[in-house]
């Protein structure tokens, strides 16, 4: 690798865990020497998080209740910024009541929006119906920061609510659960997605009666994952070409737009970008200076999500001023692009990659004709999310140009996209997973390909690698048989021309042996004549 490739793949996280678990180590325990200002020993609470610390994590409160020994009680929070922040003042004011001997467990669970569970059974069991309600309340009352409350809900209690409110007037039976869970369907993510849920909701309950048949249907549940079409890089080109030629039948009102979409193209299919990531490019016009103490984003989640899920960062704090240069700078070489988040403060940084290499090596800079004036496609609102079920307005107009309205309704029905009725026989995000698979043949670390992709390792070597397609590794074969053939031919001109050197060496070493011989003959001749005739005094 290169010098100022080293210097890139040092660039975007600075080495630090990909998981980003050192920076909520650091916010933790920052916030426990807060807490422990204000306590006395004995009497105060501090946050305690199971290791390894990262978000979505449960948020834990420890004390000692008196009268009884140190324990961690749930606060009914999962790590985030904000829920952080809550934690420790719930902390504070658990603090204050341990020092003024005015704690009662009563009051604590008052104060986390919880009612306390005994032990013993309820006088009168909940029905199925009061059940979901107060769980209901609970959830959105957890999710009120989170604007895509209402769209979690139906993801992954819809098929619960929907049972729950057939026999709302019941108590819960094996039966009733039962019919619940088999809503979905064996081997699906769909039924995944409904155990879990009813996990969550027994949980809340304190119900362990139904948890060994949770964890039967889960052992019998083994979904098998999609396989996606992914292109080659061949393929890649071939669409850039022709693949945006106008149509005909198009009004002249709309057929500038072919180039906008060709200009989006090129942005995914060379940084491997997700389709909303086009619309918070930050250094296009003007250079973005990273100053020290900043962070840089890198996912928490994985990118087979759906698109109206939230994406959840973990970031990575750089040590020193970096200067990213405009992509329309001419100086600039390295064509680094600096992508910004909407909701946190945090960039990434993402390379440029092309079979030929990245960066100052990426042709596809010039074949894609990517340094031109800002053209992304028209879309009002573009970073909107949409009210039905979340997804960004400039994602669904992508997804539908790549997947054509006329097919819309025949791919629903399927459940997937067809690569037959695709307008190019794959999906935009299949060249994020291309874009993967390049990086992996040419060698780079897959450290640096989940940080410029902006997710972390794991998912960089088995989600994104396991769909890569039959075509694209006979591809890689060929162009490492390429490579081989190349360095043997190499290896063989360096052997013709050793060879070759070495009959010269030989050669020139007879003529020097002959040349001795001679030179020998003639000091022979020369003493012999001075013998015969020797030189006469003057």
Request: hydrophobic share 30%; aromatic share 10%.
């Amino acid at each position: 690798m290169t010098k100022e490739n080293k210097e890139l793949e040092n660039l975007p996280s600075e080495q630090l865990p990909n998981d980003g678990g050192w920076h909520w180590d650091r916010l933790v325990t920052e916030a426990n020497e807060r807490l422990h200002k204000i306590g006395r020993h004995g009497k105060r609470a501090k946050i305690k998080i199971s290791s390894p610390i990262k978000p979505g994590k449960a948020i834990s409160a420890q004390f000692k209740v008196p009268g009884d020994k140190q324990r961690s009680y749930g606060l009914n929070l999962s790590l985030n910024k904000n829920n952080l922040v809550k934690a420790e003042e719930l902390c504070s004011l658990i603090t204050g009541q341990l020092v003024a001997n005015t704690f009662t467990l009563d009051w604590f669970y008052s104060l986390i929006g919880k009612i306390e569970k005994v032990s013993k059974k309820p006088e009168k069991p909940l029905t199925c119906k009061e059940m979901l309600e107060e769980y209901k309340t609970h959830y959105f009352k957890q999710g009120k920061d989170n604007k895509d409350t209402d769209n979690n809900w139906i993801k992954y209690y819809r098929h619960i609510e929907k049972t729950f409110l057939k026999y709302k007037n019941d108590v819960l039976t094996l039966k009733i659960l039962k019919e619940t869970i088999e809503c979905t369907n064996n081997n699906s993510n769909a039924r995944n997605v409904t155990l879990n849920s009813l996990g969550n909701l027994f949980k809340y309950f304190d119900n362990n009666d139904f948890k060994p048949i949770i964890k039967r249907y889960k052992l019998e549940n083994n979904p098998k994952p999609k396989q996606k079409y992914i292109p080659t890089d061949t393929q890649i080109y071939h669409v850039y070409q022709s693949g945006f030629e106008i149509n005909p039948s198009c009004s002249k009102r709309w057929r500038y737009r072919y180039a906008q979409w060709q200009f989006l193209y090129s942005l995914l299919a060379i940084y491997g970008l997700r389709a909303h990531e086009a619309w918070n490019i930050k250094n296009w016009d003007e250079p973005v200076t990273l100053k020290a103490g900043e962070w840089i984003a890198i996912a928490d989640l994985e990118d087979t999500k759906k698109e109206n899920e939230e994406e959840q960062y973990s970031y990575h704090q750089i040590k020193q001023n970096r200067i990213i240069p405009a992509i329309l700078d001419p100086n600039n070489k390295d064509y680094l692009l600096c992508i910004g988040h909407e909701t946190k403060t945090g960039y990434r940084v993402a390379i440029p990659m092309s079979p030929s290499g990245i960066a100052r090596n990426c042709d596809w800079v010039q074949k894609f004709n990517l340094v031109q004036s800002m053209n992304l496609p028209d879309v009002k609102e573009a970073l909107k999310r949409r009210p039905r079920n979340g997804t960004r307005n400039c994602t669904h107009a992508t997804t539908k140009w790549f997947n054509p309205s006329s097919n819309w309704q025949k791919n629903k029905r399927n459940n997937t996209p067809n690569k037959c009725t695709l307008r190019y026989g794959f999906t935009a995000h299949a060249l994020r997973h291309a874009y993967n698979i390049r990086a992996h043949r040419l060698g780079i670390t897959p450290k640096m390909i989940a940080d410029s992709l902006g997710h972390g390792q794991d998912i960089n070597l088995t989600t994104y690698k396991r769909h890569e397609q039959i075509e694209s590794k006979i591809e890689g074969i060929e162009q490492e048989v390429s490579k081989q053939v190349k360095k043997m031919s190499k290896v063989q001109e360096l052997q013709s021309q050793l060879e070759q050197a070495l009959k010269q060496n030989a050669y020139l070493e007879d003529e020097n042996k002959h040349l001795k011989a001679e030179n020998e003959k003639l000091r022979t001749e020369l003493a012999m004549l001075k013998a015969i005739h020797p030189t006469q005094p003057q």
